[in-house]
């Protein structure tokens, strides 16, 4: 494990603001910004050491999976405090189920689409939450993501033994 995957996992705990709020239903507005800017500055700094030193498969699958524990955090809590759409939560909570570990194939729309869920997710905790149907509409443009990702990994040719590692 590196000082990379170590940054990647206390990037995991960053949640804790997000989970008070889920289980209480109370919000400190500044507990969300400070993880928010925490986490954003952990996953460059991470990107940043992993890129200098080599990436390690464990990092490649830390990342993914902890961007994701981060984004179902933020919706339960949007959910939580009724400023986002029930029905926003079905993609984070899907990830597990149609996607797990990581993707097949990123394509630019994913990202695009995993954006667009972040930004609905810092307006839904901020003073203004998003209107209803726009959150659904990009909950659903996630959704489609996830999908088709699941769709392409159903796709991709298994050999029906293990392959041999050489050397």
Same mark, same amino acid.
């Given at each position: 494990?590196?000082?990379?995957?170590?940054?990647?996992?206390? #990037? *995991? @705990?960053?949640?804790?603001?997000?989970? !008070? +709020?889920?289980?209480?239903?109370?919000? #400190?507005?500044?507990?969300?910004?400070? +993880?928010?800017? *925490?986490? +954003?500055?952990? $996953?460059?700094?991470?990107?940043?050491?992993?890129? %200098?030193? @080599?990436?390690?498969?464990?990092?490649? &699958?830390?990342?993914?999976? !902890?961007?994701?524990?981060?984004?179902?955090?933020? !919706?339960?809590?949007?959910?939580?405090? @009724?400023?986002?759409?029930?029905? %926003?939560?079905?993609?984070? !909570?899907?990830?597990?189920?149609? =996607?797990?570990?990581?993707?097949?194939?990123?394509?630019?729309?994913?990202?695009?689409?995993? #954006? =667009? /869920?972040?930004? &609905?997710?810092?307006?839904?905790?901020? #003073?203004?939450?998003?209107?209803?149907?726009? *959150?659904?509409?990009?909950?659903?443009? /996630?959704? =489609? =993501?996830?999908?088709? &990702?699941?769709?392409?990994? $159903?796709? +991709?040719?298994?050999?029906?033994?293990?392959?041999?590692?050489?050397?």
């Amino acid at each position: 494990m590196t000082a990379a995957d170590l940054l990647t996992l206390a #990037r *995991a @705990g960053l949640s804790l603001p997000a989970w !008070v +709020t889920i289980l209480s239903g109370r919000a #400190r507005p500044i507990a969300f910004w400070t +993880t928010l800017l *925490a986490s +954003t500055l952990l $996953d460059w700094l991470d990107g940043s050491l992993a890129r %200098c030193i @080599g990436p390690t498969p464990l990092g490649a &699958v830390l990342d993914i999976e !902890v961007d994701s524990w981060l984004t179902l955090s933020a !919706v339960l809590a949007g959910v939580r405090l @009724g400023r986002l759409p029930r029905p %926003c939560a079905i993609p984070p !909570v899907a990830r597990y189920a149609l =996607a797990p570990g990581p993707a097949v194939d990123h394509r630019r729309w994913h990202h695009l689409a995993g #954006r =667009a /869920q972040m930004a &609905v997710l810092i307006a839904a905790l901020s #003073r203004r939450p998003p209107p209803p149907r726009l *959150a659904l509409a990009l909950a659903a443009l /996630q959704l =489609a =993501a996830l999908l088709d &990702v699941a769709r392409r990994r $159903d796709e +991709t040719p298994r050999l029906p033994w293990p392959r041999r590692r050489p050397g």
